[in-house]
């Protein structure tokens, strides 16, 4: 079967840096995004990895491992506003994404 | 202002009742799809459509029906509704469906069936 697993939620401090981890077991691969969605309101792309290793945006870097079937979301510099869910998808062989639950970060100041 | 639109934002329905929900987007992109979002769990895909003309069944498809007449609708229809159609749908679309394609999504339609 098809399945993403990502923790449910997770709390950091204003300034620090969190790790959201991921694993993903799909039928075929065709790449790992990530997505942030804050509360009440839309998801929206932040990342998108097919090779393994780290793709770095700004405060925001994701990594991949294939073999592993694992990717993290990795948020520097946290702010307040970065207090949202962060939704992993895997594409799969019919470029269809599965979506995880997503992770729910709470950012305390 | 470019982008997708859906309406309505929210709806409380009656059991049995038929109802649309309208997708609407203005970039020229070729696939499109519906997902219902539900607490705990993760997007599910309804249906999709990759290009005008042509549509799909996703995960859960049951219970609903789309069209795609032309490349900037793609509404999605209850035929009788049930209470657990009681969801968030959300209608996104990207450039094509494929690899490397960021999904735009609209703000989302919170149907409540009672």
């Given at each position: ?22 694993t993903y077991q799909t039928s075929g691969f065709n ?79 | ?114």
């Amino acid at each position: 079967g098809q399945n993403i697993d990502q923790p449910t939620e997770m709390t950091a401090t204003e300034g620090a840096i969190v790790q959201i981890n991921c694993t993903y077991q799909t039928s075929g691969f065709n790449g790992l995004f990530w997505y942030q969605q804050h509360a009440g309101e839309a998801p929206t792309f932040l990342s998108y990895n097919v090779l393994d290793g780290l793709e770095e945006k700004g405060r925001f870097s994701s990594f991949l491992s294939r073999s592993k079937g694992y990717s993290y979301l990795l948020l520097k510099e946290l702010q307040m506003k970065d207090s949202a869910s962060y939704l992993c998808a895997s594409m799969d062989s019919n470029y269809q994404l599965i979506w995880g639950a997503g992770t729910k970060l709470i950012i305390k100041p | 202002i470019a982008g997708i639109t859906q309406a309505p934002t929210s709806q409380i329905l009656a059991a049995g009742r038929r109802m649309t929900l309208r997708c609407t987007q203005d970039m020229r992109h070729n696939a499109m799809y519906w997902y219902r979002q539900d607490l705990g769990l993760g997007l599910r895909l309804i249906h999709y459509s990759n290009t005008a003309g042509t549509t799909g069944k996703g995960e859960v498809p049951d219970g609903y029906s789309v069209s795609r007449a032309n490349t900037d609708d793609f509404p999605l229809t209850l035929a009788s509704a049930v209470p657990s159609q009681t969801s968030v749908y959300f209608c996104a679309s990207s450039e094509y469906a494929g690899s490397n394609t960021e999904a735009f999504f609209g703000q989302g339609t919170r149907l409540t069936v009672v």
